[in-house]
């Protein structure tokens, strides 16, 4: 298994562009999140989806955008970049037994000029 | 709201000195209470949950612990390995699997 996986690793934009950071899960697991990690603030949740077709907004939704249309990917995007949403961007996927494990992407470092 | 809160925000131990992570939490009815260490340049990785006051939770140098208010995390005799951030999260009552609230961390440094 390949786990939960992210692309790009890095993206430079220009304040106005959008874009879309992918990711994906091979482990069919319902849950999968999405979180942003600021120095010193710790992971804050973003968006969240419960199964295909099911989103929900979490601590720090504004300006993102999700859509869940099969179990394995859940796409973050980015409609019209700002400088403050320069950041680590991490996705995650629960697997609700076994101790609510969630695993965690490599994460996608974003630079907004 | 939800908050967590951890202490210190850096530690710095020499090899085999042993010491405590600090993780104080205010959640409405908690689900869940988990552990994560995090390496410079990568994604959390899982290390415990706790559910309920008096629970532990150990794995080689590592024991989490939990009480109403708060959750500790012992490092015994630590290697310079353990060198990493770990955080702290909490599930609320109502909230979905994956909807977690997380400290800000704490970046452990062990010296040789």
């Known amino acids: 298994n390949a786990g939960v996986t992210q692309t790009p690793k890095f993206q430079v934009l220009k304040t106005g562009q959008s874009m879309t950071l992918q990711c994906a899960q091979d482990?069919?697991?319902?849950?999968m999140s999405w979180y942003r990690q600021d120095p010193g603030m710790g992971l804050r949740l973003i968006h969240y989806s419960v199964g295909a077709g099911i989103t929900d907004q979490g601590e720090v939704p504004n300006g993102y955008n999700v859509s869940r249309s099969t179990t394995e990917d859940f796409p973050l995007r980015l409609l019209s970049a700002a400088p403050s949403q320069t950041s680590v961007y991490f996705c995650?996927?629960?697997?609700?037994?076994?101790?609510?494990?969630?695993?965690f992407g490599p994460g996608t470092r974003l630079l907004v000029l | 709201e939800d908050q967590v809160t951890q202490s210190p925000e850096a530690l710095r131990l020499q090899e085999g000195e042993s010491s405590s992570l600090n993780c104080s939490y205010t959640v409405s009815g908690l689900r869940g209470l988990f552990w994560y260490r995090q390496d410079p340049g990568k994604g959390p990785e899982f290390l415990f949950t706790l559910y309920s006051a008096g629970e532990e939770k150990e794995k080689e140098r590592l024991k989490a612990t939990l009480t109403k208010k708060e959750s500790f995390l012992h490092i015994t005799a630590p290697k310079p390995e353990d060198s990493a951030t770990y955080l702290c999260a909490v599930r609320a009552g109502g909230t979905s699997y994956g909807k977690l609230t997380f400290g800000q961390g704490t970046i452990l440094t062990v010296h040789p």
């Open positions: 995650a996927s629960t697997r609700p037994g076994s101790q609510e494990t969630q695993y």
């Open positions: 482990m069919n697991h319902e849950y």
